[in-house]
């Protein structure tokens, strides 16, 4: 059973922490997915490695951005009105 909270923060200063988290992992994800989308690493001749795939690179760098919006949605509908 969820217990209604009573916030310390005033509404204001929650909105403001809240959107300054959107924004520096907007800004870190950014660059995950900008180095996803520009590492190139050819395997080396003669080596058994199989090469990267770049779709899975670029799956696994979005994927967190998704999770992250699933969470985001959740706290901003807990923030006060």
């Given amino acids: 059973m969820l217990v209604p ?3 310390v923060l005033p509404p204001g200063v929650a909105a403001a922490l809240f959107w300054a988290s ?3 992992c ?3 994800q950014g660059f995950i997915i900008r180095a996803a989308l520009r590492a190139e690493v050819p395997p ?3 080596t058994q490695l199989p090469a990267p795939h770049r779709g899975a690179e670029v799956a ?3 994927l967190p951005v998704v999770a992250l919006a699933a969470v985001w949605l959740g706290a901003w509908r807990a923030l006060p009105n």
């Fill in 22 to 24: 959107v924004v520096a």
């Fill in 44 to 46: 080396a001749p003669g």
């Fill in 26 to 28: 907007l800004v870190a």
């Fill in 5 to 7: 909270s009573t916030s």
């Fill in 60 to 62: 696994w760098a979005v």
